[in-house]
Nanobody, 123 residues
């Protein structure tokens, strides 16, 4: 049973920064791509970023490109999301995936969702 624990969320002002962490357990994660999704109030969950398991290729939603940076530490089974220049539209619950894959309809996760971590950007 895969367990995902997201942390690092909170309240930040516009233009601020925040770093999210995702600790994964239950299997070996070094062979899987990891990633982040988010869900804003009243909206569907959307893809944010992904990182491959080997060479660390990264992928971003257009809305966060240039502001967010995804990274991972395979030894710790942990993924990170560094968020800079935060905007009110970045507000939402952020969820990680320890097995994220591209598909014809966009990125999807093969994991169950964790509890997520709330990010609120105030203006």
């Amino acid at each position: 049973q895969v367990q995902l624990v997201e942390s690092g969320g909170g309240l930040v002002q516009v233009g601020g920064s925040m770093r999210l962490s995702c600790a994964a357990s239950g299997r070996t994660f070094s062979a899987y791509a990891m990633g982040w999704f988010r869900q804003a109030p009243g909206k569907e969950r959307e893809f944010v970023a992904a990182i491959s398991w080997s060479v660390g290729n990264t992928y971003y939603a257009d809305s966060v490109k240039g502001r967010f940076t995804i990274s991972r530490d395979n030894a710790l089974n942990t993924a990170y999301l560094q968020m800079n220049s935060l905007k009110p539209e970045d507000t939402g619950v952020y969820y990680c995936s320890a097995d994220i894959r591209p598909s014809s309809s966009g990125w999807r996760t093969l994991d169950d969702w964790g509890q997520g971590t709330q990010v609120t950007v105030s203006s």
